[in-house]
């Protein structure tokens, strides 16, 4: 059974930073590319940033883009996104997702989706 666990999210003022992580398990996790999307109040899900297997290839969405930066540590089965001067419309709900061999975009390429993490700018 493939558990996804995001952790590392809270309540920031703009301008901070924070990273969060998700572990996976139960699954070899070098064999998929993995990815960040999120949700904000009222509006769909978006793609955030995607990482291949190892941890080479990176993508990110524009509006993070300079900003946050995805990675990946495959001893530790974990993966991180470092955020940087957060704005207040960061706010949303972080989820990590696992699943394509390639990196990808779309949600509907990934397989396994963490419970998500709330992350709070304020201004």
């Known amino acids: 059974q493939v558990q996804l666990l995001e952790s590392g999210g809270g309540l920031v003022q703009a301008g901070d930073s924070l990273r969060l992580s998700c572990t996976a398990s139960g699954r070899t996790f070098s064999s998929d590319a993995m990815g960040w999307f999120r949700q904000a109040p009222g509006k769909e899900r978006e793609f955030v940033a995607t990482i291949s297997r190892s941890g080479i290839s990176t993508v990110y969405a524009d509006s993070i883009k300079g900003r946050f930066t995805i990675s990946r540590d495959n001893a530790k089965n974990t993966m991180y996104l470092q955020m940087n001067s957060l704005k207040p419309e960061d706010t949303a709900v972080y989820y990590c997702?696992?699943?394509?061999?390639?990196?990808?975009?779309?949600?509907?390429?990934?397989?396994?989706w963490g419970q998500g993490t709330q992350v709070t700018v304020s201004s």
């Open positions: 997702a696992l699943g394509p061999r390639y990196i990808s975009t779309r949600e509907s390429d990934y397989n396994y």
